[in-house]
């Protein structure tokens, strides 16, 4: 499982985060990112062995998709 730098960066983009990591990534509870799932708003995620986790690709493509503001 991937850790956060202490900066929010991802150790290795190849790997995944667990949804307390993420949470914590975004500043926000964990109850939000269940609410995500459960609607199916948030990003792809897996249940590996009871535990969700989340493709590190899949984070920071979700972020990306929802950058905003000018471009260069």
């Given amino acids: 499982m991937q850790h956060l ?3 929010g960066r991802f150790d290795d983009p190849q790997g995944y985060i ?3 990591k993420l ?3 975004w500043q926000m509870s964990r109850r939000t990112l269940q609410r ?7 990003p792809t995620f ?3 062995g ?3 986790r989340y493709r590190v690709a899949d984070v920071l ?5 929802r950058r905003k503001g000018a471009t260069s």
């Fill in 61 to 65: 493509a979700f972020e990306e998709a």
């Fill in 46 to 48: 897996y249940e590996i």
């Fill in 18 to 20: 667990s949804e307390g």
């Fill in 36 to 42: 995500w799932r459960q609607y199916e708003t948030g």
């Fill in 23 to 25: 949470a914590h990534r």
């Fill in 50 to 52: 009871g535990s969700i």
């Fill in 5 to 7: 730098q202490t900066d």
